[in-house]
């Protein structure tokens, strides 16, 4: 494996990993605002980040049917990503800085 690939394999890994604490983080801001009736809605937030085709892509959401009518009546979701769009970029920034290491 030359230099070049594994300093590329060790940025993918550390963006990758980088991707998911910001999903944790999106999901719990939208947790803690969300709109609560019976608590269903919250407790069905979920995030994820994985490698799709090399491609690393990262979501927050839930499998409620309800949840994107919600979050259009009270942005919760929306307002948990706008909020904390910057603190994900400075994560990015500061995980990636002298090649992931």
């Not at 394999?9 to 719990?28: G, N, P, R, S």
Request: hydrophobic share 40%.
């Amino acid at each position: 494996m030359s230099e070049f690939t594994e300093a590329a394999d060790i940025v993918h890994a550390k963006a990758l990993e980088t991707m998911a604490e910001a999903m944790k983080i999106i999901q719990a801001e939208t947790q803690l605002i969300c709109p609560v009736k019976t608590g269903t809605l919250r407790r069905s937030y979920q995030s994820d980040a994985r490698d799709v085709d090399g491609v690393i892509c990262g979501a927050v959401g839930s499998n409620v049917e309800y949840a994107v009518w919600a979050d259009l009546k009270q942005p919760h979701l929306t307002r948990a990503v706008e909020e904390n769009t910057q603190k994900v970029q400075e994560m990015f920034t500061n995980a990636l800085k002298d090649g992931g290491r």
